[in-house]
């Protein structure tokens, strides 16, 4: 059974640290070589853009209630 954290859009950044990612300085999810991180429609994603983690913290879905209902669809 997978594992879910839940956590205020206040800690985002902290979270994101956490998986080794970080936020640069137009507001996109990078990892640690500065790179943007792709979400799971192919483009890149903006922190405040984020709905969930999946797939051991490396898919980004956006907060888009039929993105993420697809998501976890898809991964069942």
Excluded: W
């Excluded at 080794?20 to 640690?32: A, L, M, T």
């Excluded at 790179?35 to 890149?44: C, F, K, Q």
């Excluded at 405040?48 to 051991?56: A, L, T, V």
């Amino acid at each position: 059974m997978p594992q879910e954290i839940v956590f205020k859009e206040e800690r985002l950044e902290y979270v994101l640290d956490a998986l080794d990612r970080g936020v640069d300085d137009e507001g996109f999810v990078v990892d640690s070589e500065k790179e943007r991180i792709l979400a799971t429609d192919g483009e890149p994603i903006k922190a405040e853009d984020i709905g969930y983690i999946g797939h051991g913290s490396t898919d980004f879905v956006r907060n888009d209630i039929s993105r993420i209902r697809e998501y976890l669809q898809e991964s069942d």
